[in-house]
T-cell receptor
Framework: RKEVEQDPGPFNVPEGATVAFNCTYS??????FFWYRQDCRKEPKLLMS???SGNEDGRFTAQLNRASQYISLLIRDSKLSDSATYLC????????????????FGQGTTLQVKP | GAVVSQHPSWVICKSGTSVKIECRSL??????MFWYRQFPKQSLMLMAT?????????EQGVEKDKFLINHASLTLSTLTVTSAHPEDSSFYIC???????????FGSGTQLSVL
């Protein structure tokens, strides 16, 4: 089983639509969670962190359910510029001399917003 | 925000040659740097984690003699792909972290094509 699983899509939606992405993670010791956005052949850019209490940033809402090990991202009123791949990312803490955290990326979900 | 510079952006080389990729944190000291590889339509795969002044920790399946990582200072890490082969052609991205569990900042990536 993959450590972070996402539906790769693609999700093709019209402008103005609401779209939701889901993600599950396998390691219950995961400490922090993020959604990143990646455009083709570019570096990932942090979209938002995800908290159990849920958090909202404009048209974007993220939710974490630790019991179900499930993360979601909701995009309202989709814009053409939202077309990208959305990566679900989990921070695993590697306990050791440096207590380093490492990010594990999901495969990504591709969103295509059509006019 | 923090900036991570990655160089070169793209490189084309002959099979059997070695290629060095640099990753610099420009306005902060990166205690930890990560190197990822991404094949087309696939997720970012963590290759190795490097802490300044110590040997890199490689992920399972990544050959440390093939992918040499040096993190000699708090602002610079290098990845050298030794004796590159066509199957090494990929998008390589570095990221830097200032402290434990801190936000990650990504370089812009290097597209390597081995002929």
């Amino acid at each position: 089983r993959k450590e972070v699983e996402q539906d790769p899509g693609p999700f093709n939606v019209p402008e103005g639509a609401t779209v939701a992405f889901n993600c599950t993670y396998s390691n219950s010791a995961s400490q922090s969670f993020f959604w990143y956005r990646q455009d083709c052949r570019k570096e990932p850019k942090l979209l938002m962190s995800v908290y159990s209490s849920g958090n909202e940033d404009g048209r974007f809402t993220a939710q974490l359910n630790r019991a179900s090990q499930y993360i979601s991202l909701l995009i309202r009123d989709s814009k053409l510029s939202d077309s990208a791949t959305y990566l679900c990312v989990v921070n695993l803490v590697v306990v050791g001399s440096s207590n380093t955290g490492k990010l594990i990326f999901g495969q990504g979900t591709t969103l295509q917003v059509k006019p | 925000g923090a900036v991570v510079s990655q160089h070169p952006s793209w490189v084309i080389c002959k099979s059997g040659t070695s290629v060095k990729i640099e990753c610099r944190s420009l306005d902060f000291q990166a205690t930890t740097m990560f190197w990822y590889r991404q094949f087309p339509k696939q997720s970012l795969m963590l290759m190795a984690t490097s802490n300044e002044g110590s040997k890199a920790t490689y992920e399972q399946g990544v050959e440390k003699d093939k992918f040499l990582i040096n993190h000699a200072s708090l602002t610079l890490s290098t990845l050298t792909v030794t004796s590159a082969h066509p199957e090494d052609s990929s998008f390589y991205i570095c990221s830097a972290q200032q402290g434990f569990n801190e936000k990650l900042f990504f370089g812009s990536g290097t597209q390597l094509s081995v002929l």
